[in-house]
């Protein structure tokens, strides 16, 4: 995930990497990082998205696709659910990152 956050990833996908089966992985992830492996991805991806936002000049639009969205649209509603606040409103205002730890 880490080495590659725009790839589409799935949990069967990462469970076959990790020689496990789904509920296997998923129950192990959990209970090693605290949350999904999913939810792990997801919020990976916006702490990736916020720094660029912050520290870069990309559109929004270009920070979307290269982190696995397909939509603007999408990345926006993820961004907001996991950052608080809307991606055009976090680099407008130059907010620093949210108080969300990486494990």
Same mark, same amino acid.
């Not at 589409?8 to 949350?35: D, I, P, Q, Y």
């Not at 639009?61 to 926006?76: C, D, P, R, T, V």
């Given at each position: ?11 069967? !996908?990462?469970?076959?990497? #990790?020689?496990? #089966? ?31 936002? $912050? !520290?870069?000049?990309?559109? $929004?639009?270009? $920070? ?12 926006? !509603? ?10 055009? #409103? ?12 990486? !494990?």
């Amino acid at each position: 995930m880490h080495a590659d956050p725009a790839h589409n990833w799935a949990l069967e !996908t990462l469970a076959r990497c #990790s020689g496990m #089966s789904r509920s296997a992985f998923a129950a192990k992830f959990k209970e090693s990082v605290g949350e999904s492996p999913m939810g792990y991805l997801t919020r990976w991806r916006m702490m990736l998205a916020g720094e660029r936002l $912050i !520290t870069s000049r990309e559109p $929004i639009s270009q $920070i979307s696709l290269s982190l696995g969205y397909e939509s603007e649209s999408a990345f926006s !509603t993820a961004f907001k659910r996991v950052m608080g606040c809307p991606p055009g #409103s976090y680099c407008k205002e130059g907010l620093s990152r949210p108080d969300v730890k990486m !494990t």
